[in-house]
C-alpha cells in the first residue's frame, strides 16, 4: 500500500539557521503531497501542498518541490524562527472523489532555540 | 468562529467504561473524518464519512462506532474501554472532491484510559 517515510526527529536548530525535512513516498502513479504542521496543543494545519511532478508549493517561508523522479518532497526554509517549533507531517493523497484519505508520515519534531 | 470543534478536549476514564467523542464543523464540508494520534505522534485514519455515508473504515475495532446524524457531525462512540485506547483522538472534515484535498483538523480530545 501507499506510504510516507520522513527523516527521524527530533531537529533541534537555532535561529536563522536552514532547515531541510526529508519526506520520500511509495505509491501507485502521481499522488498530491502535502506538508501539514501541527503546533503544540493544536490540531494539524495544512502548511503547503503540490499536486504534480516538479510543482513547488510554498508557504510562510517554507517550499518543497515535488520529485517524480527520487519520489520526494523534502520540505525546506532558509531560515527559521522559533514560532516554527512544532510537529511537521508529510502525507499523500490516494483514493479518489470522496474514497480519497491521506496517508501521514511519521512526524518530525522541530524545536528552534532563540 | 470555530471551523472544527471538539469536546470534550480532555477524557480521563476507566477500562471496561463507554465514552463518546463528539465533533461539530461549521464549514459545509460534506465529509469528516476520525485520526488516532499514538504516544509517538504517528497518525492514522480510523474513518471517514460522506453526507452521513461510511466510506472509509481502517479495520478499528468494534468497540469503536461512529455515528454521523447530518453532515455537520461526526460522533464517536467507544465502548470497553482499553488501555492501549489512550492516544489523541482529531476529527477533520474537507470539501468534496474536486477541490483541494485539504482537510482541516479540530483541536484533538486527549483520551487517557486507567
Not at chain 1, 533541534?12 to 502535502?34: D, K, R
Not at chain 1, 523522479?69 to 483514493?95: I, N, P, R, W
Not at chain 2, 465502548?79 to 492516544?87: F, H, K, M, Q, V
Amino acid at each position: 500500500g501507499d506510504s510516507v517515510t520522513q527523516m527521524e526527529g527530533p531537529v533541534t536548530l537555532s535561529e536563522e539557521a536552514f532547515l531541510t525535512i526529508n519526506c520520500t513516498y511509495t505509491a501507485t502513479g502521481y499522488p498530491s503531497l502535502f506538508w501539514y504542521v501541527q503546533y503544540p496543543g493544536e490540531g494539524l494545519q495544512l502548511l503547503l501542498k503540490a499536486t504534480k511532478a516538479d510543482d513547488k508549493g510554498s508557504n510562510k517561508g517554507f517550499e518543497a518541490t515535488y520529485r517524480k523522479e527520487t519520489t520526494s518532497f523534502h520540505l525546506e526554509k532558509g531560515s527559521v524562527q522559533v514560532s516554527d517549533s512544532a510537529v511537521y507531517f508529510c502525507a499523500l493523497k490516494s483514493g479518489g472523489g470522496s474514497n480519497y484519505k491521506l496517508t501521514f508520515g511519521k512526524g518530525t519534531l522541530l524545536t528552534v532555540n532563540p | 468562529d470555530t471551523a472544527v470543534s471538539q469536546t470534550p478536549k480532555y477524557l480521563v476514564t476507566q477500562m471496561g467504561n463507554d465514552k463518546s467523542i463528539k465533533c461539530e464543523q461549521n464549514l459545509g464540508h460534506d465529509t469528516m473524518y476520525w485520526y488516532k494520534q499514538d504516544s509517538k505522534k504517528f497518525l492514522k485514519i480510523m474513518f471517514s464519512y460522506n453526507n452521513k455515508e461510511l466510506i472509509i473504515n481502517e479495520t478499528v475495532p468494534n468497540r469503536f462506532s461512529p455515528k454521523s446524524p447530518d453532515k455537520a457531525h461526526l460522533n464517536l462512540h467507544i465502548n470497553s474501554l482499553e488501555l492501549g485506547d489512550s492516544a489523541v483522538y482529531f476529527c477533520a472534515s474537507s470539501p468534496t472532491p474536486p477541490g483541494s484535498y485539504e482537510q482541516y483538523f479540530g483541536p484533538g480530545t486527549r483520551l487517557t484510559v486507567t
